[in-house]
Each structure stands twice: as C-alpha cells, then as structure tokens.
C-alpha cells in the first residue's frame, strides 16, 4: 500500500492505489464549500494531473479518479468513477437509506437516467455533471447495504421514450401536485405532466418562512422595497411571477428567479401565499423544489402503499419504457 500526499489551497487528497476504473462511467464536476465554481463554457483548461485509488478531498471519500485541472481563475477537480457505484452514492445522498426499497429502486433509476442522459448531452465537455443540487446530489463514497442491493436489482435500468433517454426530472416534494415543465424551464415533455401526488409525511409538506425586505433587497439587487404581491399563477396554481414595488417603480419577478436569488433552500419551493408583518415578508408555502417529474416523497408514500418501482415510474413518467442501456 502506498500513500501519496498532496496539497493546494489548504486542500490535502490522500491516494491509496487501485485498480483502473472499469468500463462504463461517468465524471462529476466536484463542487463543496473550497470548489465553488463551475468552468465557464469558454474557458481554456488545462490538465494538471490524474489520482487513482481511495480519495480524501476536504474530508469526503471518492471512489475512482480525480482529475486536477487548473483554469483561468482556480484549481477544478473532476472525479471518474464506475457508473453503478456513482448512482449508490446519489441514492445515499439523494433519499434517506431506510426508506422502502421499491423507493430505493425508483431513485436508482431516474438518477442512472438522469446522470446518462447528461453525459449524452454533455459529450463534448470534461464532465458530465456537477456534484450539487444543480444536477443531483453526489456526496462521495456513502454506500449501504440496502441501497446496493437496490441498485444491483436495478443494474442499467432506465427510463426511455421512443427509444431514447428520458430527462429524468425529480424533485424532493410536490405539495400536491407536480408542476409543468413549460413553466420552470420553458420546455414541454411529452412524458412531464403534471400528476396528483400524495407527499404529506415530507417534512417540507408546509413550511414557513419569514424574510426581512432587506435581505430581499440584497439578494436582488432592488432598494427601497415597498410591497411585493403575487401577480400571475402557473397552471398548478404555483406563483408565476411577482410585482415588486420599490422606489424606482415597479419589477416584475420571475418566482422561479426570486428563489434562485433567495436561495434553494431558503425559499424551498413557488407554491407560496404572502404577507407582510412589519418589516418581514412572510412566505406560506407547501413542497420543496422546481416540482417537475417525480416527488421523492410521494414515490416513498406509494411504496408504502404497496406499489413497486415500475408501477411508480409509469404513474409520473407517463409512456415511457423501462430498458436495459447498453451504450453506458
């Protein structure tokens, strides 16, 4: 066994030496507290070097290899590993390890759908995806038993229509009814629909939060914020847009921008109400995330409720079909 130290900005990698990684995988852009940035479409990279093994990076393990790339502003790691492992550690990440395994299989494969479907897109690029909620969450090597087993009953499963990968879209929680993806990303999907989902044992099934105007105001950029009312809805009765008075007049805002600003976590979802207390916009809302494709918690109440894996992805991807990917 041999250890090979290194280090740059404050960051040490410690490599225990292993075999090649196989066939059939995928590289993630690794994104964490030090590695913030994404490389921007036209920026000259260059390859500083490639690690093998068992890898420490800020205190998380990553199965595979790391790619250490130096770009016009900062240092990028991108780790390449086997498909399979890639996708147990998503479902670790992505869902509670406890949860029902016909839910453990779902995950498995919208997020092997999803994480093809983007390398397939992504070709041309030295990653397929990012490690954070821009793509889906990857949080290095946290694998358990019950989530391998669902993953190797699962193994190249994926969702196709008319012969082709799906965008897989998921989310943590409707709030009663999954969104149109016309209205998120300006895109309609013959397999996207909206459906009625049961999600009220999510802990984000009613939420609350209390903002004050000056934080509002910072995050975009508008002083002097007089009154913010909602002024369009989306087909599933979800904030479209907002007004915002200020002392300039008035802006429209895009809710779906108005939480990109605010912060993902910070105004969980736009299927909000408001109301004003003083200083403080008070947000009511229901659900967690852009609300298209499947909801976690709605496919762990069906699994609950006895239904399995295929019967959960045909009820929210609609005429689509369950294969086996060769070309992985």
């Given amino acids: ?134 793509h889906q969450v990857y ?23 008319e012969g082709k990968l799906v965008e897989a879209f998921y989310h943590s929680t409707s709030g009663g009814k999954t969104e149109d993806p016309e209205e998120v990303f300006g895109k309609s999907y013959p397999y996207l629909k909206p459906v009625e989902s049961n999600c009220d044992i999510s802990p984000y099934w009613i939420w609350e939060r209390k903002i004050p105007v000056e934080e509002i105001e910072k995050s975009l950029n508008i002083p002097g914020i007089r009154e913010i009312r909602i002024s369009s809805m989306t087909s599933t009765d979800r904030v479209k847009t907002v007004d915002i008075t200020h002392s300039g007049g008035t802006k429209t805002v895009k809710a779906t921008e108005l939480r990109k600003l605010l912060g993902w976590s910070r105004l969980p979802s736009t299927n909000f109400v408001l109301s004003r207390d003083n200083g403080t916009i008070v947000f009511d809302g229901k659900g967690y995330g852009h609300g298209v494709g499947l909801c976690q918690w709605s496919a762990l109440q069906m699994a609950k409720d006895g239904m399995n894996y295929r019967e959960i992805l045909s009820y929210f991807y609609p005429g689509t079909t369950l294969q086996i990917y060769e070309n992985r």
Wanted: aromatic share 10%; proline share 1%; glycine share 6%.
């Fill in 1 to 134: 066994m041999v250890w090979i130290r290194f280090s740059f900005f404050f960051c040490v990698i410690c490599i225990i030496l292993s075999s090649a990684v196989e066939a059939g995988t995928i590289k993630v852009l690794i994104l964490d507290d030090m590695f913030r940035d994404i490389p921007k479409k036209d920026e000259v990279m260059e390859k500083m070097g490639k690690l093998r093994g068992d890898l420490l990076v800020n205190g998380t393990h990553y199965l595979g290899d790391i790619e250490v790339w130096k770009g016009q502003t900062g240092m990028y790691l991108i780790n390449e590993l086997p498909l399979e492992e890639y996708i147990k550690n998503v479902i670790s990440s992505e869902v509670g390890a406890n949860w029902d395994m016909e839910a453990l299989k779902v995950q498995a494969v919208i997020s092997r759908t999803y994480a093809l479907y983007q390398k397939k897109q992504n070709n041309s690029m030295n990653y397929d995806l990012t490690s954070s909620v821009l």
């Fill in 139 to 161: 949080k290095g090597s946290t694998v358990d038993a019950r989530v391998s087993y669902a993953v190797m009953n699962t193994e190249g499963e994926v969702l196709l229509y």
